[in-house]
């Protein structure tokens, strides 16, 4: 303890001195060059002292942190000349640098460690696998400054051998730069013109250090690439240029993209064409509701009007319409159409044997890219005795004929939320669990409130606070026991649809053989690129993540295949600047951008306008007046940085507030755009209006007040 004391008191008085006397002063520019010609006559009469005087300052200066490296860089050219500017500035700058990274260690990697060291976790094992990788790009693309590296790299696991010796390595090419434009910058004397300053050396040395990010940027790609193939036999020839494995919304998208721009391309499948989205997700939930909804408006059929006789919900049919959705969309998906398209089509489980072949029913088939588009699966929390429940997901419940009597729901999430309001339409006794405080937790919590009284008045009984502790089953009726405030309650239940979250399907993919790891939430690991540590191996859909959204999927797959087909020479990073959502229940929610809660969390400050859907003429009309508008903008200004409708109709509403944002259209460009009365969408011509009321031009409107009395006389 004495011993790290000491060293604190002597780091803090030298960098003290360093700025109490100006010290500074002596490394900069405009001293060297007054200075240059005794220190250049120094060096000839004894060349070893004044290295070593170079050295010793070179090191306090990178060992505590100072400004004045890329100076004494520079100098190092000036004074020394290339090859030995070269080599005593290398071995100054790593071992200096190394001083700096002992340092931090020894004074703040325990501090560290033990404050953030659950957080620090997975950036610990990224170290200790690939430290010298990322500390090796680092150096040569020059992307944080000298001395942060130091100090950052000092707090993580990494050794100080690897860290000294990937510094020399990873510093020569910057430092080989920086001290050829000294040596030019020393060659520099009173000149009359410009032309004599600015001389081709001088050019090319600013040139050189105005591309060495770009150079070094693509030499790390290029050696981390060779890196990630090594071991790896490339073929001479290819079979096809792109494998896409599934062929759900991702898959499908990329197929036609890739035919479309005369690519051969091997899709394959190991299910149904179409995906989770035609055949147990979006299709068939979306026919549900519509049926739900019907039998809810004959509920409400009094409030227009009209009086019904005795009905009952005939649930078979319901279910065949559901069948029959499906199979009228089937076409657009099937093997048949893609196959004219120039697709090749193949059904089986596709799986990665190495960064260029994928075997599907014992073929083997080359390719120079692949994607892995396989999607996700419902995920099943490990509740005990959840596994003794014959429970539904999203994948099972459509092979459902009878209606539930009673139906619990887990999770209060879009899906969950869909299929408990349907169900309740449809006759059956309802009952929601979520461990949480409220549904829709990624919602504002006044639109889920919204939401979650719409349920309530429904019928759904909505219990949220009430985690899932295990599941009893016997002869009369099973039941989860779930834990509120401390007490145990007991659910009955005839039938469980378990709706608490999806994750990415990868299980036999054979991505751990080839070194691809995955996140927490077991999407895969991509870049901006959506690509894998394997060069020519992408990712889109809900298998990458981070919006598991059918019209995500579409978005990624562009990116995806236009980087795996042409990534050689140029690729696109996906932009997620403007991503909308939609909630499908009764009022829908639909939301793009940010919302209240997402601002609050990161920070963002933001005005917000609201708009009751009650002032619509048309929702009035219609006796659709619950929910409404609110839209964030920057203080001040028309610029939309999100925006929530919740309401009837909402998932189509949102579509004019997405073209908005995608093209940088503000609130004034909404106000000023023509709106078909009598229609819902004028609540967003609406919303515009409110905010320019709110930020209208006060002390400009009291001259035009004044304007206008004079006009009167």
Request: glycine fraction near 10%; charge should be neutral.
């Given at each position: ?356 072949s994928v075997e599907v029913n014992g073929r083997v088939i080359t390719t120079r890219g692949i994607i892995l588009a396989t999607g996700a699966t419902p995920f099943v929390p490990p509740i005990p005795g959840l596994d003794q429940v014959e429970f539904l997901t999203s994948d099972n419940v459509w092979s459902l004929m009878e ?166 020479i140029w690729k696109f990073r996906a932009d997620y600047s403007v991503v909308p959502w939609a909630t499908y229940t009764d009022p829908e929610v639909a939301t793009v951008g940010l919302n209240e809660s997402t601002a609050a969390e990161q920070g963002i400050d933001c005005e917000v306008t609201r708009f009751e859907l009650s ?99």
């Open positions: 303890m004495k011993t790290r004391i000491w060293v604190i008191l002597v780091v803090i008085t030298a960098i003290a001195c360093f700025f109490v006397f100006d010290l500074g002063q002596y490394i900069s520019l405009d001293h060297l060059s007054q200075q240059k010609q005794s220190i250049q006559s120094a060096y000839q009469r004894n060349p070893l002292l004044v290295i070593g005087a170079y050295f010793a300052i070179y090191l306090a200066v990178a060992g505590l942190s100072l400004p004045g490296a890329a100076i004494l860089t520079l100098a190092g050219g000036a004074i020394f000349g290339l090859l030995v500017g070269v080599i005593v500035v290398s071995f100054a700058s790593s071992i200096g640098a190394t001083i700096a990274f002992w340092v931090s260690r020894y004074l703040l990697r325990d501090w560290v460690q033990g404050r953030y060291g659950r957080q620090l976790t997975a950036v610990n094992e990224g170290i200790k696998k690939e430290g010298g990788l990322y500390l090796f790009m680092i150096r040569m693309v020059l992307i944080f400054p000298f001395f942060v590296v130091n100090l950052v790299m000092g707090v993580t696991p990494i050794k100080t051998l690897r860290f000294y010796l990937t510094s020399q390595i990873g510093m020569l090419m910057g430092t080989i730069v920086y001290v050829y434009a000294g040596t030019q910058l020393a060659n520099i004397e009173l000149a009359e013109s410009a032309g004599d300053i600015l001389t081709p050396g001088l050019l090319s040395a600013f040139a050189l250090v105005g591309i060495l990010p770009l150079v070094a940027k693509k030499l790390v790609t290029n050696l981390t690439q060779r890196r990630r193939l090594k071991g790896y036999k490339k073929p001479r020839h290819f079979d096809t240029n792109l494998v896409v494995i599934g062929a759900g919304s991702a898959g499908l998208v990329a197929a036609i993209i890739a035919s479309t721009v005369k690519a051969k391309i091997t899709l394959i499948e190991k299910s149904r064409m179409g995906g989770d989205c035609l055949n147990t997700g979006c299709i068939p939930s979306k026919t549900l509701i519509r049926s739900a909804k019907i039998n809810a408006y004959i509920d409400r059929a009094q409030e227009f009007g009209i009086q019904v006789e005795a009905r009952r919900v005939d649930f078979s049919a319901v279910m065949k319409r559901v069948q029959n959705a499906i199979k009228t969309i089937e076409p657009h998906d099937s093997i048949e159409r893609y196959t004219e398209l120039g697709v090749d089509c193949v059904s089986g489980q596709g799986k990665v044997i190495d960064p260029w209606l539930p009597g009673k139906l619990l729901v887990l999770g209060g999430g879009p899906i969950g939320c869909e299929m408990a309001q349907s169900f309740s339409r449809l006759g059956s006794t309802v009952t929601l669990v979520d461990m949480v405080d409220r549904i829709l937790p990624r919602e504002d919590a006044d639109v889920a409130a919204i939401v979650q009284d719409q349920l309530a008045r429904e019928g759904v009984d909505v219990l949220v606070g009430h985690k899932a502790v295990r599941f009893e089953s016997s002869r009369e009726q099973p039941r989860m026991i779930a834990e509120h405030n401390g007490e145990e309650i007991a659910i009955a239940f005839d039938e469980v649809f378990v709706a608490v979250g999806r994750r990415a399907d990868t299980e036999a993919l054979g991505l751990d053989s080839l070194g691809i790891g995955t996140n927490p939430d077991g999407t895969i690991e991509l870049n901006e690129f959506l690509q894998t540590v394997i060069p020519g191996i992408y990712a889109c859909g809900d298998v990458a993540g981070p919006y598991q959204f059918t019209h995500m999927a579409s978005h990624q797959a562009w990116y995806a295949t236009v980087n795996a087909l042409f990534g050689r002032g619509v003429d048309r929702a009035v009309a219609d006796g659709e007046t619950q929910g409404f508008i609110k839209v964030l903008t920057v203080p001040g200004k028309d610029e939309i940085l999100g925006a929530t409708i919740v309401g009837y109709h909402a998932s189509e509403l949102i579509g004019e507030y997405v073209t908005a944002m995608t093209h940088g259209l503000g609130l004034n460009k909404i106000l000023g755009t023509i709106h078909i009365y009598p229609t819902l969408g004028e609540i967003n011509k609406f919303a515009a209006s409110s905010w320019k009321k709110a930020n209208a031009p006060e002390k400009l409107l009291e001259y035009v007040a004044r304007f206008h009395r004079w006009g009167r006389g």
